[in-house]
């Protein structure tokens, strides 16, 4: 048996369109311009610690507010607005049926990212999640694969399937496990020095890789994207 450990924002669930959703209804609660709800948008795209983009974002709108009461709102509200789609999940039970363990290893907040895994159902699909305020490591520092695969009681050996070539292809890399880049635009990749082991459009189109792949190296093919 080999584990396969799952990125969670934009790979198990669409972070960027939750975010969206909850910068419109921010927006609204405080009034702000159009393009003031755009701004705050985009920088809740940032791959950065939200406890940094919410104390800039904040002041820059010279709100009635604090940045940490606007970012524990935030991690209040997501569970209720990320969505995992049923293909992705059905790929899920699959792969567990396939004798693989499966893990979730997410960078954020405990309540938040925990709370989306909850709430999306996540939690009966997976066989553990590491979050890294919890292991006190972010991706793609190899302390939170460790710490996943420690948990899981499985060596480190397998798959890292996410949507970031930084944290989830570098860092998969890193300890040596095969990744899949979830991705429809390989442009990014000319800008990155790092080869990842397959490509994938989604969640349900990696698991389909890996059931045919295996874990081994020989023949891997890249579904269409
Ligand atoms: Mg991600």
Redesign the pocket.
């Known amino acids: 048996m080999a584990l396969i450990m799952f990125?969670?924002?934009?790979?198990l669930v669409d972070?960027k369109a939750a975010a969206q959703m909850w910068a419109t209804e921010f927006a609204d609660d405080w009034n702000l311009t159009a393009d003031q709800a755009m701004h705050l948008a985009d920088a809740l795209d940032d791959?950065r610690p939200k406890d940094e983009v919410f104390a800039r974002v904040i002041s820059e709108f010279s709100l009635a507010l604090t940045a940490d009461d606007a970012w524990r709102a935030y991690r209040n509200r997501m569970p209720e607005l990320v969505r995992c789609s049923d293909d992705d999940k059905a790929a899920l039970d699959v792969l567990r049926s396939e004798g693989w363990k499966l893990g979730i290893v997410t960078n954020g907040m405990r309540d938040n990212q925990e709370g989306k895994i909850r709430a999306t159902g996540l939690d009966r699909l997976v066989d553990g999640w590491a979050i890294s305020s919890v292991v006190g490591a972010r991706k793609p520092d190899p302390q939170i694969f460790e710490s996943m695969s420690r948990q899981l009681g499985e060596p480190l050996s397998g798959w890292v399937v996410?949507?970031?070539l930084e944290?989830?292809v570098i860092g998969g890399s890193r300890v040596g496990l095969n990744t899949i880049w979830l991705t429809t635009d390989v442009t990014e990749l000319a800008r990155h020095d790092v080869e990842p082991t397959l490509i994938a459009p989604t969640v349900a189109s990696a698991a389909r890789s890996i059931v045919s792949n295996g874990n081994g190296q020989s023949g891997l093919r890249n579904e269409p994207i």
């Open positions: 990125d969670l924002d934009d790979t972070q791959r996410g949507d970031s944290m989830d």
